[in-house]
């Protein structure tokens, strides 16, 4: 079961990379998606702080990055 | 010029989009970065309410940017943590007597209250240090080190990532690796799983330090679909073996027609709990998979943030977490964003709200509400600035709140009638400030 959800991941990406392929815009299109608020995290401290406020007071963690240790949250 | 400022942008670009997967502390990287220092700091006040758990946090994060994108991120963090949090065992209609972690004093929970260890205090600091630099023409690599010290534990990491673009930068691909080395070192030593909870001072049930190590894997792609929308597919894996029960966690023991606890007799001139406890046992492996995906949608001005998070693992947890974030501009220099956060698990294989006296013995079982099943919301608001010397404030204020319940198949006799779900309420309240760009 669990080689079967790592294949489909596997395929699930590759299909994105190729479907990626088609999209996109030249490198003069790009003032809007170089804006601060279009950045995919654009307030890296209140990432972190928000990171560490659900690891500590839920059982998942990480999705975006790493999700690993880091304290004996009570 | 005006091209050679494009490329500039788009190489720029391609190396924050780069640079936003795979750790959780990141920076988001502006066009055309001159040389120098820049920081992002925040005071934060976390609160629950019923004098559970209070935290005022100071976060500093500060990045060199030097020449061909090649960036120094040092981050440090400090927490005062005070206040109460739920050490596992019922209420019930008597008043109710533990031993502290520590094994050296007592605590007392009134009647009908639900049990909350007050004795928690703590300090902790956390480290972080990366740099990211190119590789070649279309490689990044980001390096980073991690350390984090409390009273009784400490947590030391590594990680390592690479990106590549593809499609004219329109899309990167990454892939994560982070290893950490965490050690809990609790005062009068961790207790034996599933012993009993002993009187003060007798401390044959603690057991010396404890370690557990975790593997992270996150593979990643980034997209820009067009020039007001990209998203973000990630996939992580994550492989913790070792220690990982809670030490400070108990469960009652109860009777098994009435659901009640079990008295106990402390031993003659000794201090003790007044009924039965036994401290928590998870197993000794967890794996977790999870996709997250997330898009940014760029509208006039406003920007509408969405992500999705699924979780699932081999304690058969399962979760899904929404959140949506709309930036909204108000005037020239300043934004509201109203945000909402949606999450839900189930509970753990081995989560029990009790234990049964007399019941076969059980090789796993845990209380601890954060393996329970329970939904949370949160909803915040947040206003920034940018000042007159163009450095950013902002303000946020949020709520958070959870609410479960306990297994009905797990609910005895009386238990029926009272509190089994502790729940949790708290206020997020911070202020950031970015200067030095």
């Known amino acids: 079961m669990r080689v079967k959800h790592q294949a489909a991941m596997a395929l699930l990406i590759a299909t994105v990379i190729s479907g990626c392929s088609s999209m996109g815009v030249e490198p003069w299109e790009r003032d809007v998606l170089a804006k601060e608020e279009m950045q995919l995290v654009t307030d890296p401290v209140e990432a972190g702080i928000d990171d560490h406020i659900y690891f500590s007071k839920e059982a998942s963690s990480g999705g975006r990055g790493f999700g690993g240790g880091g304290c004996g949250c009570n | 010029m005006a091209k ?9 670009l391609a190396t924050a989009t780069c640079s936003l997967l795979g750790t959780s502390v990141t920076t988001p990287v502006q066009a055309q970065e001159e040389p120098g220092w820049d920081f992002n700091t925040a005071l934060l006040y976390y609160g629950e309410s019923d004098d559970r758990v209070q935290d005022v946090s100071l976060n500093i994060l500060g990045r060199r940017t030097y020449v061909d994108d090649r960036f120094l991120t040092l981050g440090l963090v400090l927490d005062s943590l005070t206040g109460a949090t739920p050490g596992g065992a019922l209420p019930f209609s008597s008043p109710q007597t533990f031993t502290s972690p520590s094994g050296l004093a007592v605590y007392t929970t009134p009647a009908d209250v639900f049990p909350l260890d007050d004795t ?13 630099q190119p590789l070649s023409r279309l490689f990044t690599m980001n390096a980073g080190l991690t350390a984090s010290k409390e009273y009784d534990y400490l947590h030391l990491g590594a990680n390592f990532k690479l990106a590549r673009d593809f499609n004219k ?8 690796l982070a290893f950490a080395n965490d050690e809990l070192d609790p005062e009068g030593g961790a207790p034996v799983p599933l012993s009993a909870m002993l009187d003060v001072g007798d401390l044959s049930n603690k057991t010396g330090d404890q370690s557990k190590d975790i593997v992270d894997v996150v593979l990643g792609v980034t997209n820009v679909a067009s020039r007001n929308l990209l998203f973000q597919l990630n996939y992580s894996f994550s492989n913790a073996s070792g220690y990982l029960n809670d030490p400070f966690k108990f469960l009652s023991v109860v009777d098994g027609t009435s659901g009640d606890p079990i008295a106990r007799i402390p031993a003659p001139g000794a201090v003790g709990p007044l009924y039965e406890y ?40 399962d979760s899904h977490t929404i959140d949506a974030r709309y930036r909204w501009p108000v005037g020239d220099s300043s934004y509201l964003e109203p945000h909402l956060r949606y999450y839900t698990q189930n509970a753990a294989e081995f989560y029990r709200i009790s234990l049964v006296n007399g019941a076969p013995p059980v090789s796993f079982a845990s209380s601890d509400y954060r393996l329970g099943d329970f939904d949370a919301i949160t909803v915040g608001m947040k206003y920034g600035w940018k000042t007159r010397s163009g450095n950013e404030m902002s303000a946020r204020l949020e709520y958070y709140m959870q609410d479960g319940d306990a297994p009905s198949d797990q609910i005895i006799g009386n238990q029926a009638s009272r509190e089994l779900y502790p729940g949790l309420d708290a206020i997020i309240a911070q202020f950031s400030y970015r200067f030095g760009k």
């Open chain 2, 4 to 12: 050679k400022n494009s490329k500039t942008i788009s190489v720029s």
């Open chain 2, 120 to 132: 928690f205090l703590d300090t902790r600091f956390a480290l972080s240090a990366s740099w990211q």
């Open chain 2, 169 to 176: 930068r329109n899309t990167t691909v990454s892939l994560g």
């Open chain 2, 278 to 317: 036994r401290f928590e046992n998870r197993p000794d492996e967890r794996t977790k998979h999870s996709v997250f995906g997330q898009t940014k949608y760029y509208m006039d001005g406003k920007v509408l943030d969405l992500s999705y998070r699924y979780m699932t693992d081999d304690w058969e947890i």
